[in-house]
């Protein structure tokens, strides 16, 4: 494809901080960044040069939004495909393509296309209906969580069953959807590789770093993980699998459980740039969001190299409403412009620099 | 001062690419961020919460659009000092204060101003008229700069006199206004000194860049200077006299001549972020626009601790047409939006990383 020129327009689907992030990253490289959101004045509109906002399925108001935009990206994989779809028949790509939400909107489809590309999961049985729960309960060794098939995100539309009597209440607890039952993991840490992919099919992933959640929501993310190299290489290239398999165009996340004997078991990817991946800006020659606005609009991938240690601490509800004077020397504070702190929502994160690179 | 909340309101006068820059890290720090610009569609608009397109003189525009802001700044020490009072008199604070702006505007009071603090400057003479110049070329020495009082900036409205037959020529090249006739400098290199003053009267400094100019506009700044530190610490307390002595609160850049024997004589100081400190949102800590952006909301000040080496090279003119390919992969790409590559314009800059601290 031929690059976009600076001063295109680059067009995000969804307007929360991802796509705020995502934004400011297009416009320091020169972009007009238009924002498509079914909220009103949603966070990223306040950084963007326009906002459309109307319905994931107002076909009118996406071929104007495609007509206005040379290429078109989203800032969450649960972008209804048909939406894609309208926005691509009005004329506009769309990176990543269909293929990428179409395989993550499903956690069945997922993971059978993670195993398919000889990217191991922990063993998962499909769930259809209530009367599955104690077979694949069985199967997968007697404890394991219950997911909704779809739309799942931060720990929502999970239960876990460690005995077939708890399988009742945990169907209902997820809302009686179709669902998987993926067998427990004994786990030592969780990381992630954030892969990006140009639309040349170049690859790059920044240092896998090590997750750490509370309440099922990403708290804490460091860089280097601690684990050994080879188990970061694997990682890493899995993830470049992962990617060329889709045919992506843009950053992915990968999650893994690392096992106490280093085998990795991936969890989920997101085809998108993910919280694991937030002190990326500050920390490395290229962030994820300038990485991923590169690959939209057809450009050369930026070095990945990592200048320092470092965390990311994410700042959930009341945290968000975070006094500055409590800000230490080696913090960068970044607020998403959320109006309102509601208990578990991410109002912002600090990226915390650790000291020099000691890998 | 009380400081603002994440998620008030700040408002920049001017929409170029320094209050686009501002504006982006405004909006890091959750603010949202209002531009005025007599511009129609003005690059800062782009990436900010929303633009009044208004003249300089229109109160009641400002009058509105102060009532929108917590807090406003400015991108450029030309605003009328009429508009700033405007904007106060509808209750916004604006920082810095009308005084600096007052001294920065008339290049005799200024150097009259940093003499007054004992930051010396090269000589220079008032030239009200034509009449003036012969005897002001005598005082400072047989060659000088005539340099009109007011509005010029990246070399415009200045003159070389290096003979009494060149007098009339460049008054007459100046504008025939009001002028100082500055002595020749015989100096080894340009440094400046970017300079923080918080609301509490808190101050930083950055390390100070070494600069290269063409044509009369910037082109290169590097750091470190490669100046022995006594140099740069006298550099940076004087910059430091000079935010408290205006009672300063914001950015600020003073420029020096450094002489062969390491004396350091004052040029100009620009109230505001600067050019030649474009190379500081990726090099240190803090950048200079959050930084402003602090000080502007009444926070504390962020660290200035510098990472690594780097030097900042302006694109000016059609050199703003980068292909994104020719970017090296320690180039950090910052282009601002503008519709039309002129010759002269600064479309860009590119922060390159030359490599870890060496000193």
Redesign the interface.
């Known amino acids: 494809m031929t690059?976009l020129?600076?001063?295109a327009t680059i067009g995000i689907l969804g307007g929360g901080q991802l796509g705020?992030m995502l934004?400011?990253a297009g416009?320091?490289?020169?972009?007009?960044?238009l924002i498509y959101s079914p909220e009103e004045d949603p966070p990223a509109?306040?950084?963007?040069?326009g906002v459309w906002s109307a319905a994931w399925d107002d076909t009118e108001a996406l071929t104007e939004f495609a007509k206005a935009c040379d290429a078109v990206t989203l800032e969450f994989e649960n972008v209804p495909v048909r939406t894609v779809e309208a926005v691509e028949a009005a004329g506009a790509p769309v990176r990543p393509g269909a293929r990428s939400l179409t395989v993550s909107q499903d956690r069945y489809t997922e993971k059978t296309f993670l195993n398919a590309q000889d990217i191991p999961t922990a063993r998962f049985e499909p769930v259809d209906g209530p009367g599955d729960v104690i077979s694949a309960l069985k199967a997968v060794g007697g404890t394991g969580v219950l997911k909704t098939r779809r739309e799942g995100y931060d720990g929502k539309g999970q239960a876990w069953i460690r005995s077939p009597e708890e399988a009742e209440a945990a169907w209902r607890r997820i809302g009686e959807a179709p669902a998987i039952l993926e067998a427990a993991v004994g786990f030592q840490c969780e990381i992630s590789v954030i892969v990006a992919r140009s639309a040349n099919g170049e690859t790059a992933t920044w240092a896998p770093p090590r997750n750490t959640h509370k309440d099922g929501i990403l708290s804490l993310s460091q860089v280097p993980s601690g684990l050994p190299k080879a188990v970061e290489d694997e990682a890493r290239a899995k993830a470049q699998r992962l990617v060329q398999a889709l045919d992506h165009v843009g950053v992915l996340a990968l999650e893994y459980f690392v096992l106490p004997d280093g085998t990795l078991l991936a969890n989920e990817f997101a085809p998108r740039v993910h919280n694991s991946g937030h002190w990326t800006p500050e920390a490395c020659?290229?962030g994820q969001f300038e990485q991923h606005m590169?690959c939209v609009?057809g450009?050369?991938l930026?070095?990945t190299?990592r200048?320092?240690d470092a965390e990311m601490i994410n700042l959930i509800g009341e945290a968000?409403?975070?006094?500055?004077?409590s800000?230490g020397?080696?913090d960068?504070?970044?607020?998403?412009?959320k109006?309102e702190a509601r208990p578990g929502r991410k109002m912002?994160h600090i990226t915390r620099?650790l000291g020099p690179r000691k890998d």
């Open positions: 690059p020129r600076p001063g705020r934004a400011s416009a320091q490289l020169g972009f007009d960044v509109g306040r950084v963007a040069a020659q290229t590169r609009a450009w050369p930026g070095s190299y200048l320092f968000g409403l975070v006094s500055p004077a800000l020397p080696y960068t504070l970044t607020l998403y412009g109006r912002g620099r």
